[in-house]
């Protein structure tokens, strides 16, 4: 079993920065893939970014590709997701994922999330 804990959302501004963490518990951090996904109200989950093994091999959606990037502390089995040059369409409860299975951006591939912590940028 895998608890995720996502810290780091709140309101900016459009041209702002975030830097979103997710604190990972109850199994091996370094080996597993993480991600990040996101949803928006009335919209369905969509995958932004994740970080594939100890090698840290990096995917990213299309629409934050160059504004934002993932990383990892494996020391405290920790994954971030760092954005910039906020827009107002990156307004979304932000969640954590992990145990990958199959395709990086399709949902049901990943096994664990957290509970999401919530992102607004201002116009």
């Known amino acids: 079993q895998v608890q995720l804990v996502e810290s780091g959302g709140g309101l900016v501004q459009a041209g702002g920065s975030l830097r979103l963490s997710c604190a990972a518990s109850?199994?091996?951090?370094?080996?597993?893939?993480m991600g990040w996904f996101r949803q928006a109200p009335g919209k369905e989950r969509e995958f932004v970014a994740a970080?594939?093994?100890?090698?840290?091999?990096?995917v990213y959606a299309d629409s934050v590709k160059g504004r934002a990037t993932i990383s990892r502390d494996n020391a405290k089995n920790t994954v971030f997701l760092q954005m910039n040059s906020l827009i107002p369409e990156d307004t979304a409860v932000y969640y954590c994922?992990?145990?990958?299975?199959?395709?990086?951006?399709?949902?049901?591939?990943?096994?664990?999330w957290g509970q999401g912590t919530q992102v607004t940028v201002s116009s």
């Open positions: 109850g199994r091996t951090f370094r080996a597993n893939a």
């Open positions: 970080i594939i093994g100890s090698g840290g091999s990096t």
């Open positions: 994922a992990s145990d990958l299975r199959s395709r990086v951006e399709v949902r049901s591939s990943w096994q664990y």
